[in-house]
């Protein structure tokens, strides 16, 4: 009995580690990633391109590269930029001329005022969400 709880647990931890790496290859183009390499102080900051079973291509610094599958001990993610949106709100308003009598005043034109703003869309990020991480026992560290 006790074997068949270890296959099944066996198994269902080989599925949770395929089931990660998939989310890995389902995201998104441009997306913003941290990946942890084995042995690396520091994270890589980069943008996904594509990846597969075996490796991740991503932009740094605008060169490609390949990380393979087995370097990587964790993968942070966030959507991409998006663009910004510019609202430009602009108002007019005329007024019709004073036709009261003034002294030593010209003839009556009528005035004009305007104003207008331009606000940036400035909406917060979502923080990265890890979507992989080493199934632990996996390779030699």
Known sequence: MSRIAAL???AALLLGA????TRVTELKSHS??????????EPISATFD???EERIIVVVKNSQ???????IDRIDARPGKTPRKVNVDSKA???????????NAGAPVPGTSSSSSVSLGGESRPGF???YRRPEGSGKK
Not at 32 to 41: H, M, N, T, Y
Not at 66 to 71: K, S
């Open 8 to 10: 099944i647990f066996g």
């Open 18 to 21: 395929e089931s990660s790496w």
């Open 32 to 41: 913003e990633l941290r990946i942890f390499k084995k042995g690396a102080r």
């Open 50 to 52: 594509e990846a597969n």
């Open 65 to 71: 590269i390949a990380i393979p599958r087995e370097d």
């Open 93 to 103: 308003k005329e007024t019709d001329p004073d036709l009261r009598p003034h002294p």
């Open 129 to 131: 969400e890890i979507i």
